[in-house]
DNA sequence: TACCCCATTGATATCGTTGTCAAAATACAT
DNA sequence: ATGTATTTTGACAACGATATCAATGGGGTA
């Protein structure tokens, strides 16, 4: 029924170890006899049988996305870039949403690692900053690649975009919008990208000569909803600033949401700017002024080190920082 | 180093083959036996090796999600549903993107579920409605359960929702209103839910002896930009709707973004709904009026009963159409 | 020519389960 | 008490690949 190494062996004439080498890649076997068995492969249609693979070998060909709850298109964002990675190199995906405050987290995600000998995982904030949680996997040599952690590991693989100095450059560019008082909403705490944004924020604004008013910079949690909420507490006082800087699109939409329907016209009356480019940045009126992030390119070359490392290719086996864009949109006015 | 049976068998004093009927649940295990081996299994902390479990009973306790491209909350919500079924049951899931316009996809399809053994499939649209691939699927001999059919066969799996008549209810609702001049922005052409919905509309519109107008009703994709499109399109004219009801939340955002940018006022000018209730609906000003399916229950469902299929289990074996609830909000006005 | 080295190949054990089939133990009927 | 049906159990093969290690053969060196 199934075609197996063994069919491929006899139809090649040879046994069935110099099949299994040749299908492995390994070295020391005969450039004839390789194409004899490529031919005899192709011909057979044969397909090495995973199970088998990786039960004798210990490896699965699978890697797992591991992610506690983020933002829904950021999801969507990383796993596509995943996946394309993976369907390069023939890897398949398999995805694990999990609670990185259980107290067997640890112990969950080595049993499912084991279970189904992941050969590899990609970790998305907060758990790309969970030190107590990738010590455990480094004890148990479990090969992982981290997207956007907040310290950069030499030792490990990680992609990271350039927060602060994204969040410096767009802060100086509402400054340079003619803006003076500006206020800040600030992410989740758990997420590294928070205080780096914030880092970003205030050192424009000080190297900027500006100052800055504790009643405009709000802790948010990047939902809408503490955006929303945020934007009520500011624009119930009578001193409003003439733009906010929310650290990112969902928390931006919240406050633009606030401050309609307190009657404020958007960029009239207040400039509002977000960060992370999500859909819904371009998908409101006015547009949102944000920051891109190349989500989907970061979590591909993630993916990429990542089955590199395993496959024992040196080749560009670099964690790296990629660059985000300015985008400069309807809600921020020129004053 | 790793606990196998052989290990638990001699630790219960049976034999390999009754600590395999143990943990599988096989019947004609004694009672007193049973209890033995779970003991024993417990004290090991015994975990059966999958890939062993897959190479010989071709069973791979892994379901998989495949999906085109749908829109980006949709899919997570899909997922995050699935997931929590997979958690009950100790099933893993991979996803698998693909190009529902390949000529290949069936096999590619067919290749991925032989080479991992994959238990079952979870379709979403438009996949669902692929017949040609759904018989290959029959023929191969492949469980699958598919979430939104355009045609409910009664010999598969399936999940549902009353868009037809969750449009004719939000439609009602907008003729309730006081509107008479309603336009329509239809769906992606290849989604059941597309039709569906411009029936329910249409139905609504007659049965409350309206009329259409040509101009008002435009083909859309699904997307912010179609939206946008027709918006402009239909606010290009001298003669606009009062209200207009796009069949999705994506499309409905494009026509206010559209209406907005036209000096028009909404829900003032014009009421505009939408349908989905996506994260969208509820973050924009003003906020939309629309349809909330319950996507996540709806996949959760069609995990379980997939699940349960293959597992033999009849109980609640059953395909299932969920009802729509109507959200009314403000971007709908009462003239 | 004799010897060694290294590239190439193959025979066989092995990974950790479940499937097959028959044996043993028990229950039931006569 | 005996025979039959049924439940319970186990020995061993099988799944389809890779790992180990030894065998083979050609080339180089002394």
Redesign the interface.
């Known amino acids: 029924m199934t075609v197996t190494i063994k069919d491929v062996s006899k139809d090649a004439k040879v046994s069935i170890k110099t099949v299994s080498r040749v299908i492995n890649n390994e070295a020391n076997v005969a450039e004839e006899t390789k194409k004899k068995v490529l031919v005899s492969v192709k011909k057979l249609g044969f ?1 090495p ?4 693979q ?2 004798r070998s210990k490896r ?1 060909f ?1 890697i797992a996305l591991l992610y506690d709850n983020p933002n ?2 950021y ?3 990383v ?2 870039g995943i ?1 394309k990675a993976c369907k390069l190199t023939g890897y ?6 999990c609670d990185y405050k259980s107290p067997d987290l640890n112990n969950t995600i080595l ?2 690692v ?4 992941i050969d590899g995982l990609i970790l998305t904030p907060p758990l790309s900053d969970m030190d107590d949680f990738l010590k455990d996997l480094d004890k148990n040599k479990i090969e992982y690649a981290v997207i956007a952690p907040s310290t950069k590991k030499a030792e490990s693989l990680y992609v990271s975009s350039n927060d602060y100095e994204a969040a410096y450059k767009l802060t100086s560019e509402i400054i340079k919008h003619g803006h003076k008082q500006i206020g800040f909403i600030k992410g989740h705490p758990k997420h590294s990208a928070s205080s780096l944004r914030f880092n970003g924020f205030i050192d424009a604004i000080v190297n900027h000569s500006l100052e800055t008013n504790d009643d405009w910079i709000k802790q948010g949690n990047f939902s ?1 909803k503490s955006g929303f909420d945020a934007g009520v507490e500011i624009f119930h006082s009578e001193n409003i600033p003439s733009a906010i800087f929310a650290s990112n699109d ?1 928390m931006a ?2 406050i ?2 606030s401050a ?2 307190k009657g404020l016209k958007i960029p009239d009356d207040i400039s509002i700017a977000g960060f992370d480019d999500s ?2 940045a ?4 006015p ?1 949102l002024t944000t920051v891109r992030q190349p989500v989907e390119k970061m979590a591909n070359h993630a993916a990429k080190i990542l089955m590199a490392k395993f496959n024992g290719i040196e080749e560009s086996n670099q964690s790296k920082e990629f660059k985000s864009d300015l985008i400069l949109r309807e809600s921020l006015k020129t004053l």
């Open positions: 397909r049988n995973k199970s088998a990786s039960l699965s699978i829904k298109s999801l969507a964002d796993q596509s996946f398949n995906l398999v995805i694990q949403e049993e499912f084991n279970d189904l000998k809408f969902s939409a919240g633009m949401k309609q329907m859909p819904i371009d998908e409101i009126w547009a």
